[in-house]
T-cell receptor
Framework: DAGVIQSPRHEVTEMGQEVTLRCKPISGHNSLFWYRQTMMRGLELLIYFNNNVPIDDSGMPEDRFSAKMPNASFSTLKIQPSEPRDSAVYFC?????????????FGPGTRLTVL | SQQGEEDPQALSIQEGENATMNCSYKTSINNLQWYRQNSGRGLVHLILIRSNEREKHSGRLRVTLDTSKKSSSLLITASRAADTASYFCATDGGSGNTGKLIFGQGTTLQVKP
């Protein structure tokens, strides 16, 4: 399997612009997680889906952030409008919920810089 | 605050030495996992220990779990320069197989050649 795929790997944008991050989970996995990592706050869970349904979005910082999972093989995280404080590395991870373990498989991340 | 808190925050050792990292957590758990993150990369799962286990080995890794103290340790023996990375513990917080994990802040390990 190709593993979790994220795109783009790097994104540089200006404040106020819309940013869309994309994730393709591992085939067969039914749970998908979006994380944000910064030096100051560490690894934060933003939202997670189970069977394409958002289960817990309590980590989404504010209304500027939204996430969708239209099908089992694709998810997006959108920031509109973006702000410099959104600069971070955004990770997507997937797992097989209900399996023997909760091991999560992470993508390579998207490094977002908002100028 | 984070469920898992790693200690120390940073560790620097010479190649060949052993590295020990500790993790404390707050709530009951079903299992605890350790992950590694190389610079600029995503996290990679290393090892999982269940709440009814006390010790587990995988190659040069040894993990212990003390549920009475709500703590775990990760020991890397005979460290190599390639072990340089950040290490995170993660717990399910007793969430009952939802797949959700709670990660600590991590320990940054530097192994000098």
């Amino acid at each position: 399997d190709a593993g979790v795929i994220q795109s783009p790997r790097h994104e540089v944008t200006e404040m106020g612009q819309e940013v869309t991050l994309r994730c393709k989970p591992i085939s067969g996995h039914n749970s998908l997680f979006w994380y944000r990592q910064t030096m100051m706050r560490g690894l934060e869970l933003l939202i997670y889906f189970n069977n394409n349904v958002p289960i817990d979005d309590s980590g989404m910082p504010e209304d500027r952030f939204s996430a969708k999972m239209p099908n089992a093989s694709f998810s997006t995280l959108k920031i509109q409008p973006s702000e410099p404080r959104d600069s971070a590395v955004y990770f997507c991870a997937s797992t097989l919920q209900g399996g023997l373990t909760d091991t999560q498989y992470f993508g390579p991340g998207t490094r977002l810089t908002v100028l | 605050s984070q469920q898992g808190e790693e200690d120390p925050q940073a560790l620097s050792i010479q190649e060949g030495e052993n590295a020990t990292m500790n993790c404390s957590y707050k709530t009951s758990i079903n299992n605890l996992q350790w992950y590694r993150q190389n610079s600029g990369r995503g996290l990679v799962h290393l090892i999982l220990i269940r709440s009814n286990e006390r010790e587990k080995h995988s190659g040069r890794l040894r993990v212990t779990l003390d549920t009475s103290k709500k703590s775990s340790s990760l020991l890397i023996t005979a460290s190599r320069a390639a072990d340089t990375a950040s290490y995170f513990c993660a717990t399910d917080g007793g969430s009952g197989n939802t797949g959700k994990l709670i990660f600590g802040q991590g320990t940054t390990l530097q192994v000098k050649p």
